[in-house]
T-cell receptor, first 115, second 111 residues
């Protein structure tokens, strides 16, 4: 398929474990976004990349959260020492060029449950 | 602090009738607004958008209205179809990249 893919789709972690969530954007898409969606809430912005450059990380809730996109395509969101409040669906989105207000195409998300 | 609010968590409408989904925002700097549609186990998909220089944008059965003085936007679906049953999120931005989402309204269209 040509859409945004995310893996794993489901992840269960024990409190204190580190997790890594992967996003494969649509091929050629320059911009990549990560969102956190808690149960019953809308998606909340975490961070934004333009190619390999992380231009905005103002939404990352703590220094336990880290995102990278080293080659400007695949991105990984890493959460260290997971806490129960990190349980949420993590959504990745990509858009075709760096201009503002472009449509963002979302992946299906990774549902993280921290026990 | 929730800058974009959808105060109706759910809405049921008969097939063929109009669905009206509402959204309120607090930040007067927002200049671009979108509606997304989400089916279970899928990511949100873009539906329609509007710039703050307009008060109406129409795309087929979907129309978005923006009332800047009231800081309110609405999505009208006419006529509603069973396939429209989904969760609808409104979102707003003033940077073009960081979008603020509402909590969603679950629409059920009854055949």
């Amino acid at each position: 398929g040509a859409g945004v893919s995310q893996s794993p789709r489901y992840k269960v972690a024990k409190r204190g474990q580190d997790v890594a969530l992967r996003c494969d954007p649509i091929s050629g898409h320059v911009s990549l976004f990560w969102y956190q969606q808690a149960l019953g809430q809308g998606p909340e912005f975490l961070t934004y990349f333009q190619n390999e450059a992380q231009l905005d990380k103002s939404g990352l809730p703590s220094d336990r959260f880290f995102a990278e996109r080293p080659e400007g395509s695949v991105s990984t969101l890493k959460i260290q020492r997971t806490q129960q409040e990190d349980s949420a669906v993590y959504l990745c989105a990509s858009s075709s060029d760096p201009w503002p207000y472009n449509e963002q195409f979302f992946g299906p998300g990774t549902r993280l449950t921290v026990l | 602090d929730q800058q974009v609010k959808q105060n109706s968590p759910s809405l049921s409408v008969q097939e063929g009738r109009i669905s009206i989904l509402n959204c309120d925002y607090t930040n007067s700097m927002f200049d671009y607004f979108l509606w997304y549609k989400k089916y279970p186990a899928e990511g949100p998909t873009f539906l329609i958008s509007i710039s703050s220089i307009k008060d109406k944008n129409e795309d087929g059965r979907f129309t978005v209205f923006l009332n800047k003085s009231a800081k309110h936007l609405s999505l009208h679906i006419v006529p509603s179809q069973p396939g429209d049953s989904a969760v609808y999120f409104c979102a707003a931005s003033y940077t073009g990249n960081q979008f603020y989402f509402g909590t969603g309204t679950s629409l059920t269209v009854i055949p």
